[in-house]
């Protein structure tokens, strides 16, 4: 099993920037994005059941941010909008096999994408 995230990059305050996950190997219950800033531990960002019918987001990023994922490809993305300064931070894509936003719990995770936002 192996998750590649992509997408990150050095964006102005306000922008918009999608990340991308592409999922090999299996399907997961849960799948979700983190972040880690600078001098912070890392934390969820927002999460998705494989089936939609559940999400989850910080508040921080509601309204801001959107998780989905293309059924086709198998791949899992973030669009994210209005971006501010304390966005910046390095982003992983991460999956387990049951619904839930404990970071303990996802046992699959992508190698992290350096999102940085500028003022």
């Known amino acids: 099993v192996q998750l590649q995230a992509s997408g990150g990059g050095l964006v102005q305050a306000g922008d918009s920037l999608r990340l991308s996950c592409i999922a090999s190997?299996?399907?997961?219950?849960?799948y979700a994005w983190f972040r880690q800033a600078p001098g912070k531990e890392r934390g969820i960002v927002a999460s998705?059941?494989?089936?939609?019918?559940?999400?989850y987001y910080a508040d921080s990023v509601k309204g801001r941010f959107t998780i989905s994922r293309n059924n086709r490809n198998n791949t899992m993305y973030l669009q994210m909008n209005s971006l501010k300064p304390e966005d910046t931070a390095v982003y992983y894509c991460?999956?387990?096999?049951?619904w839930g936003t404990g970071q303990d719990e996802f046992k699959w995770w992508g190698q992290g994408t350096l999102v940085t936002v500028s003022s």
């Open positions: 991460a999956a387990r096999l049951d």
């Open positions: 190997g299996r399907t997961f219950s849960t």
């Open positions: 998705r059941s494989w089936r939609g019918d559940r999400s």
